[in-house]
């Protein structure tokens, strides 16, 4: 049978305490079968995104160990960060790579959800693919009001997680785990430090207020160095291309003076998403990806 693959997401709340994180991506180096592909924490975020490479049995296993050690050390009654979250292990995603199929994704995170509130007492909600009611399809409704709201309205029937208690884990709040589609984290960092213009940006980009299709996102405050960001996840690149978000944002932000200091790519991204938007910039004719000579000796390896 052809090895299955899979890439894991999970995002931590802690992007501060530099032994924490390292006691929480260990798992990740040593487990065999799961690779530890890429890890970023971020101060103003006080999150800590990882990226796995993997079969499932192992990339699950690591995942149970990472989230124990996550559990230990993270306390959500005190933590305080930029980035809406409601428990320590905020969101684990799981996306098919080779030889398996987004429904099969979808089994494995009702599966692993099981696994996981049986074994860490982390009451479980699913989102995307994984969804279990069509409203929880949307992560920023399952996080409405994040943990401090999530405290007293999970009671609510409404509100109730898909496995678990109607009662948060008391220091690791819930975590929502799913299946979707690749995801590209992006982010656009803004020459102010008025939080507000960012949020006003983000709302003019993101779709649900009647921006680009398949892109959300929320303004942050980037305290230690004095800026703004509009902080972005675009869910499907293949129907919006990062430069057409990049000079959405650029429009908007002239509008209150302001420029673009940056952008940053938060985790993995397909070659294509970068390609696309570089081709776009060179104003390049006829561009073929083929015309890139890793990805030909990559094609011809895979067919040799």
């Known amino acids: 049978m052809a090895t299955q693959l899979i890439e894991c997401v999970p995002n931590f709340s802690e992007g501060r305490n530099s032994d924490v994180i390292e006691a929480i991506v260990a798992p990740f180096r040593s487990t065999p079968g799961c690779v530890l592909v890429d890890y970023r924490a971020d101060k103003d975020h006080n999150r800590l995104v990882v990226s796995l490479v993997g079969s499932p049995a192992p990339v699950q296993d690591a995942m149970i160990q990472a989230a124990q050690v996550a559990i230990e050390h993270i306390d959500m009654e005190t933590h305080q960060g930029g980035h809406p979250r409601i428990g320590a292990i905020d969101v684990i995603p799981f996306v098919p790579l080779q030889n398996i199929d987004l429904s099969a994704c979808v089994q494995l995170a009702h599966e692993f959800g099981q696994r996981f509130n049986a074994e860490t007492g982390v009451p479980i909600y699913f989102y995307e693919a994984a969804a279990m009611m069509p409203e929880r399809k949307r992560l920023e409704t399952i996080r409405k009001g994040q943990y401090e709201a999530l405290k007293t309205e999970i009671v609510n029937p409404n509100r109730h997680p898909d496995i678990g208690e ?27 430090d008025d939080v507000t213009i960012a949020r006003k940006i983000a709302v003019a980009v993101r779709s649900s207020n009647g921006g680009l299709a398949y892109v959300k996102g929320i303004g942050l405050a980037l305290d230690a160095r ?79």
């Open 226 to 304: 004095g800026l703004t960001q509009v902080s972005m996840n675009i869910v499907d690149y293949e129907k919006n291309a990062l430069y057409r978000v990049v000079e959405m944002i650029r429009t908007e932000a002239r509008r209150w003076g302001v420029s673009i200091v940056e952008t940053e790519v938060y985790g993995m991204v397909p070659a294509m998403a970068l390609l696309e938007s570089a081709a776009h910039y060179l104003q390049i004719v006829d561009f073929d990806p083929k015309q890139v000579v890793e990805l030909a000796l990559l094609d011809m390896s895979g067919n040799a």
């Open 166 to 192: 109607p009662n948060l884990h008391p220091t690791a709040g819930a975590t929502v785990i799913g299946a979707r589609k690749f995801l590209i984290a992006f982010n656009v960092n803004l020459s102010t």
